[in-house]
């Protein structure tokens, strides 16, 4: 079978952040910080997997943190609409990677076990836990599973060939990292699982936390799953922008080619 070819795909960004935002105990907590929100396709041939689905333009108001694009334009300079979407990995239901689900009705989900239940269990009676999560991205993903449209992975999956998730954990309860295989190898695409290339090169964990220990062995587990440390794509970085290709428009990226110039860690 042929390589995947991967896009990263920003939809939104967030400048009024500083360093206190991104790491525990950083030195300079008070210089800025932006913050990068994507969502990512995978492609091959006549095959198309959306990873993650962002949040609309009504997330964003209720939370002060407006889109650029909404996830559904985002798309179109791949030629493609949300009702072609037929299968998106959810690496975790919080609202900025789980708000688009609505967004996409034809769309069969595959998403942990763990973070479903973490994301409608007890847990979510706590206000710092919940924050993150919205009711109503939660419901429509039980409404997918009740109409037979959620695929439920336990720890690590092939979802098809050349591309397997791996639970990760650490920011989020069922937090999963997903595994493709392209022409410059297998290239990581670690979601929340670091937010910035600096959490998982320097080891700096990210504030939004509900198992520091299962974030800190993740960020080995990343550099277990790519070919090399360059093929590691944080969740959020802004750098990401720099560092690869930009196609199609001005905030499509594409990372199967490998970066542009092979930067330091």
């Given amino acids: 079978m042929s390589d995947w070819e991967v896009f990263a795909v920003k939809y939104a960004e967030r400048n009024e952040r500083t360093r206190a935002d991104s790491f525990i105990a950083d030195d300079n907590h008070n210089v800025q910080h932006d913050m990068?929100?994507?969502?990512?396709?995978?492609?091959?041939?006549?095959?198309?997997?959306?990873?993650?689905?962002?949040?609309?333009?009504?997330?964003?108001?209720?939370?002060?943190?407006?889109?650029?694009?909404?996830?559904?334009?985002?798309?179109?300079?791949?030629?493609?609409?949300a009702n072609d979407i037929t299968k998106v990995i959810v690496t975790h239901l919080h609202y900025d990677h789980a708000g688009g689900l609505a967004l996409f009705p034809n769309a069969q989900l595959y998403l942990q076990e763990k973070e479903m239940a973490f994301a409608s269990g007890a847990c979510m009676c706590d206000q710092n836990?919940?924050?993150?999560?919205?009711?109503?991205?939660?419901c429509e993903a039980v409404k997918r599973v009740y109409s037979g449209r959620v695929e439920f992975v336990d720890g690590d999956a092939e979802i098809t060939d050349g591309i397997t998730v791996h639970c990760i954990g650490g920011h989020s309860r069922g937090l999963q990292a997903v595994r493709v295989k392209t022409k410059s190898g297998y290239l990581c695409l670690a979601s929340d699982a670091a937010h910035y290339y600096e959490n998982v090169f320097a080891k700096k964990p990210f504030p939004i936390v509900v198992d520091i220990d299962n974030m800190m062995a993740g960020f080995d587990r990343l550099h277990e799953l790519a070919s090399?440390?360059?093929?590691?794509i944080p969740g959020h970085d802004p750098l990401v922008r720099q560092r690869f290709e930009s196609v199609l428009?001005?905030?499509?990226?594409q990372l199967h080619n490998g970066p542009l110039t092979e930067f330091k860690i």
């Fill in 228 to 232: 090399r440390p360059q093929l590691i």
């Fill in 249 to 253: 428009s001005p905030d499509i990226f």
């Fill in 129 to 138: 836990l919940k924050a993150p999560f919205t009711a109503d991205h939660i």
């Fill in 36 to 81: 990068d929100y994507f969502l990512w396709v995978l492609r091959r041939d006549d095959e198309l997997i959306l990873v993650d689905t962002g949040y609309d333009e009504e997330e964003g108001q209720q939370r002060g943190r407006p889109i650029s694009t909404d996830p559904r334009e985002a798309l179109k300079p791949f030629g493609i609409s």
